[in-house]
């Protein structure tokens, strides 16, 4: 006979590890499924507000994070959901590529996906000179001219970290005043190797077996395009809730799900937390994903066992 969870968490990034964490200490049966481990964790170069560390990288946050997680006992599976639908006992069913899961109840931590411009040459050239995670590609453009879009934190370290390999970097922003940080933008000024490029945007990517240059939608120094020879887009992300959307969860005018204070949804049994969410103010930061993972498990371990 199949095993009925408690829960099963959907994610295995900060929201998801963070969830499991708890419903282990909650002694919920759960599974824990996601494609990958981490998410966008991974990609993090310096992590420099995470409590208790002045610096650490995504990568070993996100070891601590798992290596906790399993000293408790979770059940993980590299697994993509597919679908969750409610059958006619009550229970939710979670199937992904392989297996069909029952669970009483369910935690939505699926994240985000990057945000693309939609621009002529992007998708052709996307792994040929365009990307969106400058920690796995910047090796690949040792002493190589390459640009950055994107104004915010993401774009702005994105940039510091790839000087470390490319000779030239420009930092291509469509407004006046960059939005990240100001001790980031302190290291930017400090970085002979960035140029900033303000009140632009890139309209197309031109390259025949490779990135090549980029088109400008205005001059700059009396050229509408730069010779660069890649393209790292660090616009923001966007919110993966079409299982939620599926499912009948309510999702915000922004595409995101609308949670009350216990992480819960409009669908009973149903839990979300992370990026994907308008909880914590829309504040998109690890420390509030793992929260919201916390007060998720918090809020179905109420609702399965104290009821």
Not at 228 to 237: A, N, P, Q
Request: aromatic letters at 6%; charged letters at 25%; one cysteine or more.
């Amino acid at each position: 006979m199949q095993e009925t969870y408690d829960l099963i968490i959907i994610g295995a990034g900060p929201a998801g590890l963070a969830a499991s964490i708890y419903a282990s200490r909650y002694k919920l049966n759960h599974l824990l499924l996601g494609a990958t481990i981490g998410g966008q964790i991974n990609e993090i170069r310096n992590l420099e507000n995470w409590p208790g560390d002045i610096s650490v990288s995504g990568y070993d946050l996100l070891s601590r994070f798992v290596e906790h997680a399993k000293s408790l006992g979770v059940t993980a599976q590299s697994e993509s959901v597919v679908s969750v639908k409610k059958n006619a006992e009550n229970l939710f069913e979670v199937e992904t590529g392989k297996n069909t899961h029952k669970t009483r109840a369910v935690i939505m931590a699926m994240g985000t996906e990057y945000r693309k411009m939609n621009i002529p040459g992007e998708k052709e050239l996307t792994g040929k000179g365009v990307s969106y995670c400058a920690t796995c590609d910047a090796m690949f453009f040792r002493g190589k001219v390459i640009c950055v879009v994107g104004g915010g934190n993401a774009a702005v370290t994105s940039a510091l970290g790839l000087t470390d390999f490319a000779s030239k970097v420009y930092l291509i922003y469509r407004g006046d005043r960059l939005p990240a940080e100001p001790i980031w933008l302190e290291k930017v000024a400090a970085n002979p190797k960035i140029e900033v490029i303000r009140n632009t945007n890139i309209i197309e990517i031109k390259g025949e077996q490779k990135v090549e240059n980029v088109v400008l939608d205005k001059a700059y120094e009396d050229k509408n395009h730069l010779d660069v020879d890649g393209v790292f887009v660090e616009i923001g992300s966007e919110p993966g809730v079409e299982l939620a959307r599926t499912l009948g969860v309510e999702i915000d005018e922004q595409g995101y799900i609308k949670v009350s204070a216990d992480m819960s949804t409009n669908i009973s049994g149903v839990f979300a937390a992370g990026d994907i969410t308008t909880g914590s103010n829309k504040f998109r930061q690890i420390i509030t994903a793992t929260a919201e993972g916390a007060i998720a498990a918090n809020g179905a371990y109420k609702m399965l066992k104290l009821k």
